[in-house]
């Protein structure tokens, strides 16, 4: 147990610094110590909102699970299931944790890491959820399951003679300057025919700016766990399962430049919001601003935390 978090890096939290620097805190300071029972009430509660997801983050998290354990099938000659009863699985995942939700706050509340909390349910404070996105998600449901089993990936993985197979959504990160980089990457194999090492990212939304640099700074890890000379021998795919397409880059010592400085940037950011670094102690939290728009407000799991009642 510490007293302070250590610091580390990754790309979900350099984009959380940037979209706001109070949830910012909350994430990586304030919540720290708050899943101990004799923790303060104030980490206590923002771990306990920290953990609350969003129907379509709830969506995309249930499949990538189902993905791997589908993966893990095959690498283990065990029966594949059919698309018909992953999604019948999915279904009942969003169920569960949609009754979770709505009948078992209190349990939540006390174990926020082993229940569901819908940010929908919670801050609307109804039982129901919005129609337009139950049906966005019944939408995507269907497609993102039969576009995985068609997917380029998928067929490797079923070629499972001729690959090796490296490590499949496992938490990893490299160092640098003594600052851990997490990286999780969803999968990773070598085409043995090709002599090529291909890194696949799994996607349930839509396409992003951002995918090519999340891709090139697991290059960056690979290359240096393993010991790869050429960036030729690394193939990054996107598999967007939504629209049933995916991208291939061929990365270039440039792209790991850019993710390189991207690093160094955001952790010079970072540190101009502690009071010891030594410590990784954060300033005073009324040292992080607020975030001023109220459509990312409206999204954030912080509201009452933000926005108290009466206040």
């Not at 509340?109 to 940010?119: A, D, I, S």
């Not at 967007?240 to 950011?269: A, C, K």
């Amino acid at each position: 147990m510490r007293r302070f978090p250590e610091l580390s890096w990754s790309l979900s939290r350099h984009k959380t610094m940037l979209t706001c620097l109070r949830k910012y805190a909350y994430d990586y300071y304030v919540s720290h110590n708050g899943w101990l029972s004799g923790g303060d009430s104030l980490s206590r509660q923002a771990y306990r909102l920290k953990k609350i997801t969003n129907l379509e983050m709830h969506f995309g998290s249930i499949v990538h699970d189902l993905i791997y354990q589908i993966i893990q099938n095959v690498l283990y000659d065990k029966e594949i299931p059919s698309q018909e009863s992953v999604v019948d699985e999915v279904r009942h995942y969003l169920n569960k944790g949609f009754i979770e939700s709505i009948r078992k706050e209190h349990l939540w509340n006390n174990r926020p890491k082993h229940y569901t909390m819908l940010h929908e349910i919670y801050y609307s404070q109804t039982n129901t959820l919005p129609e337009a996105k139950t049906k966005k998600i019944t939408d995507r449901l269907h497609t993102t399951v039969k576009n995985f089993f068609a997917s380029q990936s998928f067929a490797d993985v079923l070629n499972k003679e001729n690959m090796r197979f490296i490590e499949s959504e496992k938490f990893r990160f490299m160092k640098v300057d003594g600052i851990k980089i997490f990286v999780v990457m969803d999968l990773v194999y070598k085409d043995l025919q090709q002599g090529r090492w291909v890194i696949v990212d799994w996607k349930t939304g839509k396409s992003s700016d951002e995918d090519r640099n999340q891709l090139a700074l697991y290059a960056l890890y690979l290359q240096q766990k393993y010991a790869i000379e050429s960036l030729d021998e690394i193939i990054i795919r996107n598999e967007y399962l939504l629209e049933g397409t995916h991208v291939e880059h061929q990365l270039t010592t440039h792209d790991l430049v850019n993710v390189q400085r991207l690093y160094q940037i955001s952790m010079e950011q970072m540190k101009n919001y502690l009071l010891d670094s030594n410590q990784n102690q954060p300033l005073p939290i009324d040292q992080f601003p607020m975030q001023d728009n109220p459509r990312i407000c409206a999204h954030c799991n912080y509201q009452e935390l933000c926005f108290p009642s009466g206040s």
